[in-house]
């Protein structure tokens, strides 16, 4: 089965910038889509960033320009820059990935396999 584990989460003030990683083990890294979704205390999980297995991205409309999701194949590792960071922002982030064609996915619902999260705490 896969696994998947996510790093880099942190505090920061507004404005500032944080890298998340998500590290997969398992197989059939390179034909999964990708994810990455948020969900901050009282709040639906929404999704944030998508990749498909051709490398088609999609994001939130919240986080377009801002943040950029990618993936290292030779590491098995998937990444999330997040940059002009707000306060609204803070949440718990997840990785997810799912062995079906996922692209402009961004519904937590269609994603089998998820990381445990790392928190990311955005101070005005």
């Known amino acids: 089965q896969v696994q998947l584990v996510e790093s880099g989460g942190g505090s920061v003030q507004a404005g500032g910038s944080l890298r998340l990683s998500c590290a997969t083990y398992?197989?059939?890294?390179?034909?999964?889509?990708m994810g990455w979704f948020r969900q901050a205390p009282g709040k639906e999980r929404e999704g944030v960033a998508n990749?498909?297995?051709?490398?088609?991205?999609t994001y939130a409309d919240s986080v377009k320009g801002r943040f950029t999701i990618s993936q290292d194949s030779a590491k098995n590792t998937l990444y999330l820059e997040m940059a002009k960071l707000k306060p609204e922002d803070t949440a718990m982030y997840s990785c997810?990935?799912?062995?079906?064609?996922?692209?402009?996915?961004?519904?937590?619902?269609?994603?089998?396999?998820w990381g445990q999260g790392t928190q990311v705490t955005v101070s005005s």
């Open positions: 990749i498909a297995p051709d490398g088609a991205k």
């Open positions: 997810a990935a799912d062995p079906r064609w996922l692209r402009n996915e961004l519904r937590p619902s269609e994603y089998r396999y």
């Open positions: 398992g197989y059939f890294f390179d034909s999964f889509s």
